[in-house]
């Protein structure tokens, strides 16, 4: 496949003269960029966007490129009271919608009681478990008030806002609005057509500053080879690509190569239902079985870091360096001995005529997850386990993921209750989604989750966080795998591109375009 994949390229890059694409008549800067996801909607409400870098809309705060919040449409920080339960926002004044509608806190009111809105689809509603009431003493400010303390929440006031009046007799779930929003961004949609591009044009009468970048169109292009292709062909001018294939441009003249640091794992989800990994010890046992530095070098070409727990290391406040897996085959033999599922003369392992079986999907499209499932059957097929790899969507994989392990993908780098808590709390085993799919339950890892969510002290959420790590690590419900590195390939003609730690979303919105709005041609 690698081979295949690899003449393609080489074919396409024939056909671009391996050289850059020659610019045609000049007119307002403009960029195409070769997106790999597609967002299902464009509301705020129902989840697009939460953590920021929306493009169309703003929300209370941003962040820059070292992640620090910034005021946005607060004209300064929000404001905690002493015990952490009241939070106040003052908006800031002049800012419009791109309708002209001038911005008040009902607006504000209304997205984020929407949110919690239990008639509304929302896919971000268990982020604000902590929010019990938010509302508008007068037009430009905004109270919001907590069950229980809850330090991390000034990171969940990046939601873009939108206007209350646009809902008018509206259902949210299928409102308009959905596809062809209004916001208070620096972009405004020109044109969406799903499964296909979605072109932005700049917001000439943004609050801040109308972007110099014009239009930016995103295609979509879920295949990875498919976007290297169309890469070299001239047809984009920057894209995301798998390390593998974005390395074939090192060095290649008129060419920029970005590798940004992310939060963003890849993880092996294990059942906790299943006869053959009910057993704590077999999960640990497929942790230390499996060569992570090994996927680094060959699948992730060097772009990417050892995983053991959804607590990234660039979350370095919080992350615990001693939580980790060394690969160790013998131990995980040893492991699995222990357990009762023993090899047989046919180099199959096997406990009371059942056989240790593990079969891994991976969605179809992304061969990133593919390449980082087939390496994971192997190292499991050395260990005895029957591990086969499939191909399939992400709706059948939630649909069996009592009956089987998965290639998942998520993380952030903002704070680790938002990394952890719905993944691995038992409050969410069960519940529709992306949350616990592994329908884990660990008293332990609740307990030091709930202690870290409601303590204000510094100090004692760090603790509980190493309590929390080690609790996991002793009993856990996935394989997580590495963290990547987001690799990219742009036409070298633009200023103001910066690093930023990515989370896990990089389609439309994160992505080495965090900060478009604030580029200029070269």
């Known amino acids: ?9 080489l074919a396409a890059l024939a056909v671009a003269g391996c050289s850059v694409p020659q610019q045609g008549p000049a007119g307002p800067p403009s960029i195409v960029i070769g997106a790999g996801q597609e967002p299902d909607n464009l509301n705020p409400i129902l989840g697009y966007a939460p953590d920021g870098a929306a493009k169309v809309f703003d929300g209370l705060v941003d962040r820059d490129a070292g992640l620090r919040l910034t005021p946005r449409l607060a004209e300064r920080l929000p404001e905690a009271t002493a015990d952490g339960l009241t939070w106040t926002a003052k908006l800031r004044q002049g800012v419009k919608f791109s309708d002209g509608t001038p911005l008040s806190a009902q607006d504000v009111v209304f997205t984020y009681k929407s949110v919690l809105d239990p008639k509304v689809n929302s896919t971000i509603a268990s982020r604000y478990d902590a929010l019990a009431e938010v509302s508008a003493p007068d037009d430009s400010t905004v109270v919001f008030r907590l069950k229980y303390p809850y330090a991390p929440f000034g990171q969940f006031l990046t939601l ?4 209350r009046k646009a809902f008018d007799g509206q259902d949210i779930n299928s409102a308009p609005f959905n596809t062809a929003p209004i916001g208070t961004g620096p972009y405004t ?20 500053k109308a972007p110099a970048i014009k239009t930016v169109t995103f295609v979509y292009v879920t295949d990875d080879n498919a976007r290297a292709t169309r890469m070299a062909s001239g047809e984009f001018d920057a894209t995301v690509l798998p390390p593998r294939l974005a390395g074939t441009y090192t060095g290649k003249a008129g060419y920029k190569l970005v590798r940004n640091p992310s939060a963003d794992y890849r993880g092996l989800g294990i059942p906790s239902a299943l006869p053959f990994t009910s057993d704590p010890r077999v999960r640990v046992a497929i942790n ?9 070098d060959t699948v992730l070409a060097g772009a990417g870091k050892p995983a053991a727990t959804p607590i990234s290391p660039y979350l370095t406040e919080w992350y615990d360096p001693a939580a980790k897996f060394d690969f160790d085959a013998g131990k995980a033999g040893a492991l699995l001995d222990e357990a009762g599922w023993r090899l047989g003369s046919d180099g199959k392992r096997a406990k009371d005529g059942r056989p240790a079986r593990l079969p891994i999907l991976y969605p179809a499209e992304d061969s990133l997850r593919k390449d980082l499932a087939l390496a994971v059957g192997s190292d499991l097929a050395k260990l005895g386990i029957d591990a086969p790899v499939e191909a399939t969507t992400f709706e059948l994989m939630l649909q069996r993921q009592k009956e089987t392990a998965a290639v998942w993908g998520g993380g952030d780098p903002y704070d680790p209750d938002s990394a952890a808590y719905t993944l691995l709390h038992s409050r969410y085993s069960g519940q529709p989604g992306y949350v616990n799919m592994t329908l884990y339950n660990n008293s332990q890892v609740d307990a030091a989750l709930d202690t870290a969510r409601r303590n204000l002290d510094p100090g004692v959420r760090k603790q509980a966080y190493r309590d929390f790590q080690q609790a996991y690590m002793a009993d856990p419900a996935w394989a997580f795998l590495v963290f990547l590195d987001h690799t990219y390939v742009m036409r070298d003609k633009w200023n103001g591109i910066e690093e930023q730690v990515e989370p896990h979303d990089h389609g439309t919105v994160h992505a080495v375009w965090w900060n478009i709005e604030h580029w200029s041609p070269k």
């Open 1 to 9: 496949m690698r081979t295949v994949v690899g003449l393609v390229l």
């Open 160 to 163: 873009g806002i939108v206007p």
């Open 189 to 208: 949609v020109d044109q969406w057509r799903k499964g296909d591009r979605m072109v932005l044009k700049a917001n000439e009468g943004h609050w801040d």
């Open 288 to 296: 230390t079985g499996i060569n992570r530095q090994a996927m680094i």
